[in-house]
C-alpha cells in the first residue's frame, strides 16, 4: 500500500510538473512517470552505503529511498537556489538531475557508508556510465585490501553496490559497452537497470539496438560455472511482484558475490511523452498509445493489487485522491518559498526606487519592475542598473543606495550562480603550504623517471587510500617506468593495470574519489586525452559546482605529453584543455622535480586536476630531494629560470628547454632574455608575477606547443587583460606556436612543426630589430 501511494505521489509530482512549464513557472519539464513500479522495486534493495549513479527518470527512486522531497522536486523544477530546498543542486541543474549532498558545509565528506548516497546527475546520456564503474570498484578495494579495514565510515567490508540506471537508447553510447565490459572485466558490485521503453526521444528501438533488445545482445557477457561476466536478468516494467522478485535476487548476487548485474526492465511506458518539448503523439501510432494506456505500471499495479485481495478499489481509489492534494500542497509551498526568496531582492530594490517620485525615468522604471510578473532577479537587477543609469553624475542619496544595492545583490547573486567552480574548503589546493625540495649534498643524480618513482613510492606508503592505474601502470610500471617496481610492493589492488578504454579510466577515477580513495588515473599519452576529455569535462571538473559544494571528487589525471615523435605522440592541445577543464587544475611541470612537487601537493588537496609531464624527460637527469615525499610545490607561482632585461618569454613544459637554448644564444647577440615558466595554466600565476617582469623589460613573448591562437591566446588574455601589462609594452606582444598541424614524424617532422630554438631565436631578433635596427641588422 505505501509503494502504491508513492507511485502515485510520483506520477502526480509529473503530472503536475508539466502544468508548471506550461503555465510559464519552470522553462522545462523532464518527467520518471512511466517508470515508477520499477524503481520502487529497486528502491528496496538500496541500502545504506550504497550508491546511485542513473538519470533524469529516476525522482520515483529518490523518492523511495527518502532523499528527495516533493517540496525538494518542485523546488530544482523552479530553479530554487537555496541548498536547503533544492539539496541536489541548489538550483543549478535541471529537474531530473539528482544528488545527494555527500559534504559537510565544510566541504567534509560525511560518513558515506551510513548514508543513502546518489552521485550527480549529468544531461549527456550514457555519461553516468563510466563513474559508476569506480562507484562499484571502491567497494572492491575495501573489500579486498586489508588496509583499508579501518575506514568505516567509507565502507563496511565492500558491501556496497552501486546502481547505475539508463535509458534504452543510451545503450548505443560507445561508453556504456565501454563500461559494461570494464565492470565484467574487474568484477565489481555493479547492478545496472535500463529503463526500456522502446524509444528514445521519436526513434524506436529498431533504430537504436541490434534485434532491438540490449538483454539479448549482452547475452554473451552472461556468466557461467566456468566463466566470469554478468548476471542478466529481463523483467516487465509493470510487473510489481516480478520486479520485487527480481531486484531481490539481483542484490544477492551483486551484494554477496560482488558480480555486476544488468536488469533489463521492458515494457515501460511514458504516459507524457518525452519531455515538454513536444508531444509523443508525434511519433507514436495510434495502437502504441493505446497499448502504453493499459500497460502503465500504476494501473497494471492497482488492477493486481485488487485482484490479489491486497485492497478495494475504493482504498485505492482515496490514495489516488490523497496523493494529488499532497503533491499539490508541496508543489504551493515550494512555488511560495521559490517567490519569497527570488523576489527578496525586488521588494528591497523597489524600496529605494519608491524614494524618487520625481524623475520620470526612475518612476517608470519603478512601474514595470512592479508589473513583471513572476520577476526573476535579472529582473530587478536590470532595474537597477537603468535607474543608476538614469541617476549617473547626479549627487543623490537614491543612487548611493541603489549602488550599495548593486554590489551587494552582485556578490549574493555571485555566490548563487558562480561559485564552487574549485573547492571552497579547507583543503583547496589553493591553500595548501609549500614546502621547499631539500637536497642533501650528495644528493643522487637520477633519471627523471626515478624521482617521480620515489614519490609514487613515498604516496603509497603514507596513505592506503592512495591508488594508481591506467594501461600498462600495473605490472611494468607505466610506459617510462614512474611506478616500477610498486606493483610488486603494494600489490595489483593499488598498483593496477587497466583496459585500453580512456574514458573509463577516468570514470573509475571519478567515482573512486566520490567514495573516499585517493587515485591517480594514468592516460598514458596527452594525445589519448580527447578519449576522455568528454567525461573530464561533462562530470568531472564540473562535480563542485553543479552540487554548489555537495560532491567533491579529487581525482589526480596523470599524463605526458608535449615533445616526442609523430601525430599521436607529440600532441599538446593545451588551449582544448584549458577551454574545456575549467574547475580542474592543470599543472604543466618542466621536469620531474617539479612533478612530484605538484603530486605530493595535489594529493593533500581535495580539488580535481591533470598533470602533464614532459614525455622526452624521463631519462634527463635531475637530483633527488631528501624529502621526495614531503616537499610540495604551490600553485600559480611561476618560476624565473632566467632573469633578464630586454624581454621576458613566458612559457612552460618542455618548452622551457627550447627556450633557454635560445635565450642563452641570444644573451651572445647582445639580448638579454628573463625567462619564466608558468608552471600551472589554471591557476595562472595569481601574484602577478609576469606584470613584474614585464614592467621591467617592456616586452613579452608567449611561447608554447599548441597551435596558433590556442593556449599562448590564453597566456596573452591573462597578462594583457587580467594582470593590465598591455601599459608596460613598447612592442606588440608576440606569440611563439607550432604549426596548425600536428607533427609528422621523425626529428625533422618534430622540427618543422614544432617550435624550435632557432624560431625563439628569430622571433625575438626581430622584435628587438624593429626597436633597434642598426644594432640588430638583418639576420638572413
Ligand atoms: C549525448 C547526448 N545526446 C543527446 C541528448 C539529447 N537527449 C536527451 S534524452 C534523449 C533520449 C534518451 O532516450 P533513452 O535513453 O531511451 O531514455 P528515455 O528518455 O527514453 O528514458 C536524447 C537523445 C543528450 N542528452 N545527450
Ligand atoms: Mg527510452
Redesign the pocket.
Known sequence: MADYRLACQSREASLLGRKEVFMGKAKFG?FGDG?EVAQIAMAKVFRNGDFRSG???DQTFMMAIEELSLSAYFAQLYAHTSVEAEPASAGRQMTGHFATRMLDENGKLKPLSKLKNSSADI?????QMPRLVGLAQASKLFRENPELKGFSDLSVNGNEIAFGT??????S?GMFFEAINAAGVLQVPMLVSV???D???SVPKEY?TTKGSISRILSGFQRTKNEKGFEIFTVPGWNYQELCRTYEEAEKVCREEHVPVLVHVIEMT?PQG??TSGSHERYKSKERLEWEREFDCIRKMREWMVEQGIALPETLDAIEKEAKTLTKQAKDKAWRMFEQDTQASQKSLLAILRKETTNPDLVAIKEHLEKTMNPERLDAVKAAKKAARALAGKDSEVRNELCQWLKDSGADNFERYNSYVYSQSEWSALKVNPVAAEYAEDAPVLDGREILQACFDAALKRDPLTIAFGEDVGKIGDVNQGFAGLQEKFGQLRVADTGIRECTIIGQGIGLALRGLRPIAEIQYLDYLLYAIQILSDDLANLQYRTKGGQKAPLIVRTRGHRLEGIWHAGSPIGMILNSLRGMFVLVPRNMTQAAGFYNTMLQSDDPCLIIECLNGYRLKEKLPANIGEFKLALGVPEILKEGNDVTIVTYGSMCRIVMEAANDLEAAGINCEVIDVQTLLPFDTNHIILESVKKTNRVVFADEDIPGGATAFMMQQVLEVQKAYAFLDSAPVTITAKEHRPPYASDGDYFSKPNPEEVFEKIYEMMRESNPERFPALY
Open positions: 523532464i517508470k538519470y533524469y527518470r544531461s549527456p546520456t550514457a555519461a539508463i535509458g534504452n537508447a543510451s545503450t553510447e529503463w526500456d521503453d524509444y528514445g526521444i537504436q511514458q518525452h519531455s
